[in-house]
């Protein structure tokens, strides 16, 4: 019954391809984020939905690009991957500007 | 922009010590503080939070004050154990935002 998850744990891939994340959470909330944690363990936000709509994009590259098909759902879709990507990416979801729970974590290596 | 400072890591301690992560904000109205865990391989766990001035969150024995004043939310416990070594995240949540801005993180290392 685990609250938040993101499939895979771990994603290896070269340089140039193009890669999804996925995030789901069965909390009821309305709310999902997507924030990134670079190799020297800071986080920082990318992408909030509301209720399915974007809210937050914090000057992401448009390379990065979410998908929300419904509320439960939030994934993240990377084209032409290049070596600073390589991080982990978390998921979270809130019902509102409540308290965020967070999924384990993606960690994403480019070759 | 809102901003968390937190002090540098590792800290460094025996068991049973007494623990103080330091914390302080920058921010604009009254945001809501947390503190958030990450044990080694894991993802983020909330640990406590506060919002707003003067409240106390507390949680397995660590407990943190929101001090408007001093614009400061930092972490104590007073007898740490092996098992809290782990990531200290402080952050803040402001009013509408409904985003967080976390600080560096604190790594503390608990030694038998």
């Known amino acids: 019954d685990t609250a938040v998850s993101q499939t895979p744990k771990y994603l290896v891939t070269q340089m140039g391809n193009d890669k999804s994340i996925k995030c789901e959470q069965n909390?009821?909330?309305?709310?999902m984020y997507w924030y990134k944690q670079d190799s020297k363990k800071f986080l920082k936000i990318m992408f909030s939905?509301?209720?399915?709509?974007?809210?937050i994009n914090e000057t992401v590259p448009n390379r990065f690009s979410p998908k929300s098909p419904d509320k439960a759902h939030l994934n993240l879709h990377i084209n032409s991957l290049e070596l600073g990507d390589s991080a982990v990416y978390f998921c979270?979801?809130?019902?509102?500007?409540?308290?965020?729970?967070f999924g384990p974590g993606t960690r994403l290596t480019v070759l | 922009g809102d901003s968390v400072t937190q002090m540098e890591g590792p800290v460094t301690l025996s068991e049973e010590a007494f623990l103080t992560i330091n914390c302080t904000y920058t921010?604009?109205?009254?945001?809501?503080l947390f503190w958030y865990v990450q044990y080694p391989g894991e993802g983020l766990q909330l640990l406590l939070k506060a919002t707003k001035a003067d409240d106390k969150g507390s949680n397995k024995g660590f407990e943190a004050t929101y001090r408007k004043e001093t614009t400061s939310f930092h972490l104590e416990k007073g007898s740490v154990q092996v098992s809290d070594s782990a990531v200290y995240f402080c952050?803040?949540?402001?009013?509408?935002?409904?985003?967080?801005?976390f600080g560096t993180g604190t790594r503390l290392l608990v030694s038998p």
């Open positions: 909390l009821g909330h309305d709310t």
């Open positions: 979270a979801s809130s019902q509102e500007s409540d308290t965020q729970y």
């Open positions: 952050a803040l949540s402001n009013t509408g935002f409904q985003k967080l801005v």
């Open positions: 939905y509301n209720n399915k709509e974007l809210i």
């Open positions: 921010a604009t109205g009254y945001p809501s």
